[in-house]
Nanobody
Framework: VQLQASGGGLVQAGGSLRLSCAASGRTFSTYTVNWFRQAPGKEREFVAAIRTSDRSTFYADSVKGRFTISRDNAKNTVFLLQMNSLKPEDTAVYYC????????????????????WGQGTLVTVSS
């Protein structure tokens, strides 16, 4: 599976952005798709996940209530991350990652479980 992430940019604090992750190549009936992010000088961290098998979603505490991960209803291989009420601490390179299988709850936040990664898109939130 090849992934293409897009939608990053510069936004003021309190603003919104929507990231998109498009999957191509061999397609599968089931995916677990995640967003991770990495800020300068920090380790990569989990942001959000969606599991298409049961439509479950998972969020990091730092983004819960502000970010929403979803699957594009019109394009089954496009996954979205709607980011509202952005804060300067959300500034990072955002990566989408996917696995063509159902990943269980206890492992869904671990980046080691994902074999396909997008190239990253930069989100900069100014104060």
């Amino acid at each position: 599976v090849q992934l293409q992430a897009s939608g990053g940019g510069l936004v003021q604090a309190g603003g919104s952005l929507r990231l998109s992750c498009a999957a191509s190549g061999r397609t599968f009936s089931t995916y677990t798709v995640n967003w991770f992010r990495q800020a300068p000088g920090k380790e990569r961290e989990f942001v959000a996940a969606i599991r298409t098998s049961d439509r479950s979603t998972f969020y990091a505490d730092s983004v819960k209530g502000r970010f929403t991960i979803s699957r594009d209803n019109a394009k089954n291989t496009v996954f979205l991350l709607q980011m509202n009420s952005l804060k300067p601490e959300d500034t990072a390179v955002y990566y989408c990652a996917a696995e063509p299988r159902r990943i269980i709850n206890s492992q869904v936040r671990d980046s080691k479980n994902f074999g396909s990664w997008g190239q990253g898109t930069l989100v900069t939130v100014s104060s």
